[in-house]
Structures are given as C-alpha cells and as structure tokens.
T-cell receptor, first 113, second 112 residues
Framework: NAGVTQTPKFQVLKTGQSMTLQCAQD?????MSWYRQDPGMGLRLIHY???????DQGEVPNGYNVSRSTTEDFPLRLLSAAPSQTSVYFC????????????FGNGTRLTVT | GQQVMQIPQYQHVQEGEDFTTYCNSS?????IQWYKQRPGGHPVFLIQ?????EVKKQKRLTFQFGEAKKNSSLHITATQTTDVGTYFC????????????FGAGTRLAVHP
C-alpha cells in the first residue's frame, strides 16, 4: 500500500517554463489537496478536490491549475513558473468525512530561477 | 480571512525540559488537528480534538482544546531527541469543511 505518491521529488525550472507535479493515491480517497510550504508560513492550501470532476480554490490558488479526471490522480500545473513559486509542494488525501486526517505525500521541492 | 496563529515559531530546549506550543483562532473552530513533521519529511497526523474543553494524551504529549473552541495547545513533558521536528496545528472552520487551515508551525530543537 503506497499511500500518496508524488513525483518528481526535486525540480528546477526557469522562469516562464511550465510543468506538472504529479500526485496519486491508492486509498480510494475522494478528497485530495495541494499545499505549499514556505519557511515561517506553514502549509498553505492551493487547490482541493472532493471527487473526480470537482475542484475548488484554496488560500493561494493564483498561478496554479488542477484537474481531477480520476479518483486516484490529482496533478498540479504551473503554466508559467515564477521565482515566487519556489517552494516545497505537498499533496494530501483524506478519507470519508471532514474529521478524517490528511495523509501527505513525500513532497516535491521546486526551485524556479 | 480564516487564520490560525501559532506560537512560538522556534523553541530550543535541553533534553528533559518541557515544551508547549499554542494555537489561536479569531473564530470558532469545528475541530483542530495536530501534525508533526520531522526534518526533511512530510507532515504526519498526531491527533484530532473536536469537543469543547477536550484533553487527550499520547504518552508524553498532552493536547488541549479550549472551552470556546478557539485555541489549542500541545505540551510535551520531558522532551527527548526523538521529539525534534516541526509541530503544526490545523483548524477546520464551520462551513469550510474542505479547507484545513494550518498554523505556521513551531520548530522544536532538543539539545542532549
């Protein structure tokens, strides 16, 4: 049982480049989310999804797109990377009910130069 | 907007000393969760508090939820080097059950 799997682990982009961070979970969780972690700012919610075909914005959605075509996958797209998007990105999923805890992936460390 | 404030940002203790981190919200929380992140790792769920005034214990860790459900604390008794990491609180606000809002975290360093 792999849980939540994120790829890649590390990525370096140049300003203006695009890329997709991948996230997959094998726990049949309907809820999935993306957070970014920056020093002194904790984890900030970017986007989330409550099921296939349904996505919504979190606290800091600008510059990021998401889609949810399957229950298992929730990719995060950066269409035109900016240095301000240098961060560690975590994908997390949750079981049924809003009281269920989040299960995090191992993260993707992204640097935009 | 909905925010969860957490203090202190850093705490350095000698092994064996106690440690406490505090979280505060300006509005009532539906529940509060606590996570621990080891250096270089990902956040791992510790516990959830739901009821007003709730107190839960996990070995040397004691978690409290305030009577007004606006604040919470995590207390570690007699810290050990294995307690090193960043501790986050995260709150769910009524009507925002799909947005778990994290505090900034408290990074704990334990000196042997």
């Amino acid at each position: 049982n792999a849980g939540v799997t994120q790829t890649p682990k590390f990525q370096v982009l140049k300003t203006g480049q695009s890329m997709t961070l991948q996230c997959a979970q094998d726990m049949n969780h309907e809820y999935m989310s993306w957070y970014r972690q920056d020093p002194g700012m904790g984890l900030r919610l970017i986007h989330y999804s409550v099921g296939a075909g349904i996505t919504d914005q979190g606290e800091v959605p600008n510059g990021y797109n998401v889609s949810r075509s399957t229950t298992e996958d929730f990719p995060l797209r950066l269409l035109s990377a900016a240095p301000s998007q240098t961060s560690v990105y975590f994908c997390a999923s949750r079981g049924p009910g809003h009281n269920s805890p989040l299960h995090f992936g191992n993260g993707t460390r992204l640097t935009v130069t | 907007g909905q925010q969860v404030m957490q203090i202190p940002q850093y705490q350095h203790v000698q092994e064996g000393e106690d440690f406490t981190t505090y979280c505060n919200s300006s509005t009532t929380l539906s529940n509060i969760q606590w996570y621990k992140q080891r250096p270089g790792g990902h956040p791992v769920f510790l516990i959830q508090l739901v009821k007003s005034g709730e107190v839960k214990k996990q070995k040397r860790l004691t978690f409290q939820f305030g009577e007004a459900k606006k604040n919470s604390s995590l207390h570690i008794t007699a810290t050990q080097t294995t307690d090193v990491g960043t501790y986050f609180c995260a709150g769910l606000f009524s009507g925002g059950y799909n947005k778990l809002i994290f505090g900034a975290g408290t990074r704990l360093a334990v000196h042997p």
